[in-house]
């Protein structure tokens, strides 16, 4: 990949998991990742549609791509407590943010 972040193979390695169990979470969240051994550098990309779109059988609104590293897993458990406590309303709020204020307000969820 462009930015070296992971392995050329961990985006194969998102969609064989996102195969063999979904990983939305419940109010249009779903948090896709791949195996942590393919990442070089933990990133969360994170991607909002104010209107939402199927994920499976899913409406989903915000997407938070992970690739986090095995020493950086704790985050993982972390960023899913904070998403889990989210819901239809804070979603639907977020998603309809611009992209400043959207990445703020997440900033400030997941600090706490």
């Known amino acids: 990949m462009a ?9 194969h390695t998102a969609l064989l998991r996102e195969k063999a169990s979904s990983t939305y979470i419940g109010h249009g969240v779903t948090m896709p990742h791949g195996d942590p051994d393919k990442v070089l ?6 991607f909002k549609h104010s209107e939402g779109f199927y994920w499976q059988e899913h409406e989903v ?15 993982n ?3 899913m407590h904070v998403l889990a406590q989210l819901d239809d309303s804070a979603v639907e709020h977020l998603s309809r943010l611009d992209e400043v204020a959207f990445k703020q307000e997440i900033f400030g ?3 706490g």
Not at 61 to 75: C, N, S
Request: proline share 3%; with cysteine; glycine share 0%.
């Open 3 to 11: 930015c070296h972040a992971v392995q050329e193979d961990y985006i």
């Open 41 to 46: 550098k933990t990133h969360v990309l994170l």
């Open 61 to 75: 609104k915000l997407v938070f791509f992970l690739a986090i590293t095995p020493q950086d897993i704790h985050m």
């Open 77 to 79: 458990k972390q960023l």
């Open 109 to 111: 969820l997941i600090q």
